[in-house]
C-alpha cells in the first residue's frame, strides 16, 4: 500500500518482521532483542526493518495492535449498534478471547518481568493496549448517556466498574501464574454474558 514518498510498503514484509518480533521478544525479553536479531529472524535486511518501523518501540507497538485488531478490540466505533447490553456483550466477550489468548498471556509475563528490571516497556504496552481499550469503552459509555442512558454515572468510573467485573482478579492472576488454565470458550462466554448483566443491573438499580 502506498505510504507517501518512495516506494510502496510490502505488506508481506511487514508481517513477516512482526511474526518474527513475537517470536523473539517472547523468547529473549524485550531489551534482550536486537533489531540485527528482528531483521535475520524476519528474513529481510537491517533496510528493510527500518523503512517499515522506525526503531523497536513502534515494532513493539504495531505487536500489540496487531493482536488487539485480531480480537476486534482495536476500534469499536463501527461496530456497535447502540443496544447498550448488545455492545457490552460483544466487547467483553471479544475483550476475554484476547486476555486468555496463551500468546497475549506470555507477552504479559513479558511486560511484568521487563517492568521488574526499570524498564519503560509496561508504559508502551499500557498506552497502546490497555488504556487504548478502556479510553473506548469510555467514550461509548459517555455516548450512550449523551444518547439518554441517564443510569449511568460518570464514565471513567462507569468503565472502572464495566472491565473490573468483565476480567476478574483471581481468575485472570492464577492464569498468569500457571496456577489454573485460561478460561475455556463457554467460560468466557459465561463470564461475558454475567459481568454486562451485572454492570447493567448495578448502574440501573443505583
Keep these: 500500500m502506498p505510504t507517501g514518498r518512495g516506494r510502496p510498503k510490502d505488506e508481506g514484509k511487514r508481517r513477516d518482521i512482526i511474526d518474527a518480533a513475537r517470536a523473539l521478544f517472547l523468547q529473549r525479553g524485550f531489551h534482550g532483542t536486537s533489531m540485527d536479531a528482528l531483521a535475520k529472524q524476519a528474513c529481510v535486511s537491517k533496510a528493510t526493518l527500518y523503512s517499515h518501523f522506525a526503531d523497536k518501540d513502534a515494532l513493539y507497538s504495531a505487536l500489540i495492535e496487531d493482536k488487539m485488531a485480531t480480537y476486534q478490540v482495536d476500534d469499536f466505533a463501527a461496530r456497535v449498534s447502540w443496544d447498550i447490553e448488545a455492545d457490552l456483550t460483544y466487547i467483553a466477550r471479544h475483550l476475554l478471547e484476547l486476555i486468555y489468548d496463551p500468546e497475549a498471556l506470555d507477552m504479559l509475563r513479558m511486560v511484568i518481568s521487563e517492568g521488574r528490571e526499570g524498564s519503560d516497556v509496561p508504559d508502551l504496552f499500557v498506552t497502546t493496549g490497555p488504556r487504548r481499550v478502556l479510553h473506548q469503552i469510555e467514550a461509548y459509555l459517555a455516548e450512550q448517556k449523551n444518547r439518554g442512558a441517564d443510569y449511568l454515572g460518570d ?47 448495578l448502574k440501573r438499580t443505583a
Excluded at 160 to 171: A, D, K, M, R
Excluded at 190 to 199: C, H, I, L, M, T
Aim: hydrophobic fraction near 55%; avoid cysteine; charge should be negative.
Design 155 to 201: 464514565a471513567a468510573a462507569d468503565t472502572e466498574l464495566f472491565s473490573s467485573l468483565v476480567i476478574g482478579h483471581t481468575p485472570m492472576i492464577f492464569a498468569l501464574m500457571g496456577v489454573e488454565p485460561p478460561l475455556s470458550a463457554v467460560q468466557r462466554e459465561a463470564r461475558a454474558a454475567e459481568a454486562v448483566k451485572g454492570f447493567l443491573a
